[in-house]
């Protein structure tokens, strides 16, 4: 069997590691099936892939719903990015504005979403805890 896709995915992973559902995200967000599940785990999801995030530092992403979308706005931005950023890449105003864009895009049910802010929030209130 052949599979075509605009992903960046070969037939062998995607056969091996099909997408998932809309429920089985609802599940994992949910923590369903997960034994002893400490309450501080949440599956953050990006749609369609975690680079949406890196272009949020910029932009509002609007319009963006594939991949390849994805991959295009982004070497606007970084021409050379190879899933590896330089250390110092974003400053605070930067990683704000991809929180502000990223809830924008939730908000408006947006094609294109991620909820990696949650993550980036929670690691910016513990550095203040120190």
Do not use: C
């Amino acid at each position: 069997m052949t599979v075509t896709t605009n992903l960046p995915y070969t037939s062998t992973q995607i056969k091996e590691n099909p997408p998932l559902k809309i429920s089985q995200i609802e599940s994992l967000r949910a923590g369903v099936g997960i034994k002893n599940k400490p309450r501080t785990y949440q599956a953050l999801i990006s749609i369609p892939k975690f680079e949406v995030w890196l272009i949020l530092h910029f932009e509002n992403a609007k319009g963006i719903s594939t991949a390849s979308e994805v991959d295009s706005r982004l070497k606007k931005y970084i021409p050379d990015y190879k899933k590896h950023l330089p250390e110092n890449m974003f400053n605070l105003a930067k990683i704000n504005n991809a929180i502000s864009n990223s809830k924008l895009l939730i908000r408006n049910n947006s094609a294109a979403q991620t909820h990696v802010y949650k993550l980036i929030e929670h690691l910016i209130d513990l550095s203040q805890k120190q």
